[in-house]
C-alpha cells in the first residue's frame, strides 16, 4: 500500500513547518481515509504564484490561503491523489490577524486542504463550520503529540 506525502517549497523560508506539515497529513489520512492509499503533494508557494493558479483554475485575479486538487483517478478509486498549494503570504496574513504563528497557521491550512481531498467542502456556513470544527480537533489531537 502506497502512502505517500511530499512537501515542495517554493518559496524558501525557514520557519516552515514542513516535517510537522507531513505528519499532521499522515495523521488526517490514517483517520479519515478509508481507501488503500494516497499519494499527496503539499506545495507552499507565494502570492503570484497563487494568483497564476487561482486565475488559471478559478478565473479569479487574487490570491487564497489554500487550494485543494483531488487527482483521483478513475481507474484506481480506493487510491487518493491529490496537491495542495499553500499561500505562505496569505497564511502570514491570517496569522497576524488571527493571533497565532505562521507555523501553526500553516498547520491549520494543511488539514484544511486534506480535508477538501477527502471531499468536505466550506461553501455554506454549515459546511465551514463543520470543516472547522474537524480542523479544530485534528489540531488539537495533533497538539497532544507534542509535535507542534
Known amino acids: ?83 495542495i498549494y499553500i499561500d505562505i503570504d496569505q497564511a502570514s496574513l491570517q496569522a497576524r490577524r488571527y493571533g497565532a504563528s505562521l507555523q501553526n497557521e500553516i498547520l491549520r491550512l494543511t488539514a484544511h486542504g486534506i480535508f477538501h481531498l477527502l471531499g468536505y467542502t466550506d461553501e455554506t456556513e454549515e459546511s465551514s463550520l463543520m470543516m472547522t470544527k474537524l480542523e479544530d480537533e485534528i489540531l488539537t489531537e495533533f497538539e497532544q503529540f507534542g509535535r507542534n
Not at 40 to 61: A, C, G, H, P, W
Request: charged share 25%; aromatic share 8%; net charge negative.
Open 1 to 83: 500500500m502506497v502512502r505517500n506525502i511530499q512537501i515542495h517549497v517554493q518559496c524558501p523560508n525557514s520557519r516552515l513547518p514542513v516535517g510537522d506539515m507531513e505528519l499532521l497529513a499522515d495523521l488526517i489520512l490514517k483517520k479519515y481515509h478509508s481507501r488503500k492509499g494516497w499519494q499527496v503533494s503539499i506545495i507552499l508557494v507565494n502570492d503570484e504564484q497563487m494568483i497564476r493558479l487561482n486565475r488559471t483554475y478559478f478565473n479569479k485575479i487574487m490570491p487564497t490561503d489554500v487550494i485543494s486538487f483531488n487527482m483521483d483517478d478513475n481507474d484506481h478509486p480506493s487510491f487518493l491523489q491529490g496537491e
